[in-house]
């Protein structure tokens, strides 16, 4: 893929959490370690490309999605933006016009919104701090549009409510608005549409895939739903404890998945419909993962039912399995 | 679905509950009459669009409603005995033990400046009387059992992703060992696997200690797999109830067939999906006769003014003017 069209590249990105021991560590004077949280992932998202970040709980999707917006700070790697480094940049003058181009949907509607502000002011915020309004009746009109675009249906409804006078999928879709508001080159969706039902869902689908088809907009969709991802993205990169172990096409890493790890998602993945196999539970076993203690190796061996010996010992790098086709697994070749 | 449990008691009986939010003066009626029993053992569902009442009647039944809520009628009973659920202080004695809820957004409802394991164990103190000790012990199974290591049980919330803390609020919910457990989107948060995971926890409870599940989800996939019943509420109204297998099979009402229409399934390549077109009804002023009437693609002259009522039909109850009741000799006809 040409450099020039990226909009966001991630290089040997690393996010390196102090561990906070137990009281039992402590006593006995154990080591403190570090929670790798994001432990060194390329990744880059082009201009008016949708690309889905996958994995498992706690493998790292919030941390990347907050060290792109400037929330969290990358213990190494580096963070670049039209091709421009703004891994340590941190003066107002550069943040702001980057906080008009980049926004981020975040995953908790509960923390994101602001309990004492109405869904008004919510929205309004970044409008007014970013300065890109000249009047009231434009803002008004921006807060409706964007109330609107997430289906909260007659926005004027919604202005003077507070929060907790909403219900959770009505919240969700404030975070949304308040994004949309801004109308950014790049947003970070941190699964934006949890808490949504199928038909709403589709409706807030649509509006992302129409800013990209239209604007031009480039979207990183973080979700932990694989058949979502397939329906959304160009491509789909598969994180697990830390690490891309896959990365492809949405097509290739649906239907053609290659790393043992992608393998097991895909069939954990119930049908859809009500013929559903409750007794089809998924294979994997093992210890639970923890990025406190990454195991060493390929950090997937000791749940793969692959797993062979240089597993234990060796970390398989990334290699080339097919056309924008990535795996990283010493099967691969 | 499942093995036939133990006991089959009646544990739960919500009738004809109706809620209204005061909104500036105004007031709003979240749900409309809902009417449900649940039995020992049982997993019902209840599944419907964004602010179709699915949180308020579960907080009903908790005795959370918010301070501007009331509830106007019905009555909720428990083991035959009508809860306070009106009053906070009443209700104490019954969460937790009897039913606990795990809030939607649980994950921001961890308190930021405790550890992990201290939380868990603090209803395990209060409620089963276990010295601190015997309750950390406990927190740190119940971590284990929805799949955090009990030493992250160190962190403070804030240090957990937002999955972890989801399943934090699960751990939290199971500690008093409770006979119902009302879950709003308890997985919302979680991949496949870990789901799988939780969900299986649900199912070992169910058979082996009889608890009953109340599953808040819009996730079609989570109902089949976990639930006997599911009931879909639209406009703060049950609309129709059923077992999974009929209701996904043979949706009666033209809601759920929309909503079943609108499952995106990458089996056969179904891309985009379609929304239902249409917004959900406003609840300050309710449209007249069926709340959905302006959407439905079979409404007829009577829907517009005509309430329809949930009805027993011949497998499972639903509130559409398409479907006819079932008449007194109906029902004997069936159970002849
Ligand atoms: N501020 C922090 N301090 C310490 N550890 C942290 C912090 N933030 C995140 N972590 C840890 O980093 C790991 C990755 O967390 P992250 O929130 O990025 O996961 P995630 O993929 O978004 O998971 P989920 O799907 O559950 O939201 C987790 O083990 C988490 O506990
Ligand atoms: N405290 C409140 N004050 C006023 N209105 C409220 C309040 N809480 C909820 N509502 C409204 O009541 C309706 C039902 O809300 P509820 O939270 O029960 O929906 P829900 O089915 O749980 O939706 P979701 O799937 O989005 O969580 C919504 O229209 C919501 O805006
Ligand atoms: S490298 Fe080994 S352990 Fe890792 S995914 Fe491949 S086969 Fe499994
Ligand atoms: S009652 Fe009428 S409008 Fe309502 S769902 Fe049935 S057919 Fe449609
Ligand atoms: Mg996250
Ligand atoms: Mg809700």
Known sequence: MPDTADILRLESLQVHFPIRGGFFDRVLGRPAGAVRAVDGIDLNVGQGEIVALVGESGSGKTTVGRVITKLAQPTGGRLLFEGRDMTSERGS????????????????????????????????????SLRLVENHSQLTERVSEALAAAGLNPSGDFFPRFPHELSGGQRQRVVIAGALAVKPELIVADEPVSMLDVSIRAQILQVLVDLRDKHHMALLFITHDLPLAWLIADRI???????????????????????????????????????ADRSKLPALQGEVPSAARVPKGCRFHPRCPLAFDRCKEEEPPALEVGPQHMSACWLTK | MTEPSRSTALLLNVDGLSVDYKLKGLSSRAIDGVSFALRAGEAVALVGESGSGKTTTAMAIAGLLSPN???SEGEVRYRGERLPINDDVAMRPHRWSETSVVFQGAMNALNPVHRITKQIAEPCILRLGLSRSEATVRARELLELVGIPADRGAAYPHELSGGMRQRVMIAMALACRPSIVIGDEPTTALDVITQAQILKLFGDLRSKLNLALILITHDLSV????????????????????????????????????LIESIPNPANGKRMIRPIPGDPPNLVNRPSGCAFHSRCPSAMTVCATEVPSLDEVRRGRVACHLHRPLTQEDKVAIHA
């Open chain 1, 93 to 128: 003058s550069t943040l702001r016009p980057y906080r008009r181009r980049v926004q981020m949907i975040f995953q908790d509607a509960y923390q994101a919104l602001n309990p004492r502000h109405t869904v008004f002011d919510i929205v309004a915020e970044p409008l007014r």
């Open chain 1, 237 to 275: 990169a598969v994180l697990y404890l830390g690490r891309l172990v896959e990365i492809g096409t949405a097509d290739q890493i649906t239907f053609n998945p290659r790393h043992p790890y992608t393998v097991a998602l895909r069939n954990a993945t119930p049908q859809i419909r009500g013929d």
């Open chain 2, 69 to 71: 809520a009331r509830v």
């Open chain 2, 223 to 258: 109902v089949a797999e976990t639930c006997d019943r599911v009931m879909i509420m639209y406009a703060g109204r049950i609309v129709e109830d059923g077992t999974v297998a009929d209701v996904f099979a043979q949706p009666k009402h033209p809601y759920t067939q929309l």
